[in-house]
């Protein structure tokens, strides 16, 4: 009986393995992600903390997508108001593309970005980051920085504080004109 046992095992294992086959379809099926897409047009979003207005975001076009991460991808235009403790305006953004990285509290902006300061302080480069949580726009990519009163031509790589207060260029590479002290 043991030995009839050990002959029928390995033949009932063989067909147990044959008679197993994944059709790929249900296989795509099962581990396919979910993506969830939310469209909205004429967007007005505002941040706080702590009841206190920090910023207001204005775009024609937001595409909320939820996967692994959630993000808001605005394609066409954005407009970002930075508001100081006061509830004033302290700090302007434009860009043509950006994408809020919501779990990262992190926010990728591309094409023609622009920062003006109310005190007419303007940071230009082609691509910008800007991070919620530490309020600072850092790049990677050519920057360059303007005052009035003074010109720093730009440099590749940058760090800046949200206010453009205090802005670190990596690599300088243009020309420093700044006013004489008397």
């Given at each position: 009986m043991i030995k009839s046992i050990r002959t029928a095992f390995p033949a009932i294992?063989?067909?147990l393995l044959s008679a197993c086959e994944n059709d790929d379809r249900v296989l795509t099926n099962w581990t396919k992600q979910?993506?969830?897409?939310e469209e909205a047009t004429d967007v007005v979003s505002t941040i706080s903390q702590e009841g206190k207005l920090k910023?207001?975001?204005?775009a024609p076009i937001m595409v909320k997508e939820a996967g692994d991460t959630i993000q808001m991808t605005f394609p066409q235009t954005?407009?970002?108001d930075f508001y100081n403790d006061s509830a004033k305006i302290e700090t302007r953004l434009d860009a043509k593309f950006g994408i809020y990285y919501e779990n990262l509290n992190?926010?990728?902006?591309?094409?023609?970005?622009?920062?003006?300061?109310?005190k007419g302080d303007t940071l230009l480069s082609p691509e910008l980051w800007w991070d919620q949580g530490s309020k600072l726009f850092y790049t990677d990519k050519f920057a360059s920085y303007r005052s009035p009163g003074q010109q720093i031509l730009g440099g590749k790589g940058l760090e800046a504080t949200q206010d453009l207060k205090?802005?670190?260029?990596?690599f300088t590479t243009g020309l420093v004109n700044a006013p004489k002290s008397h």
């Open positions: 294992f063989i067909f979910l993506l969830l897409k910023a207001r975001i204005k954005l407009h970002c992190k926010v990728f902006l591309r094409d023609s970005v622009v920062v003006i300061t109310e205090r802005i670190t260029f990596n």
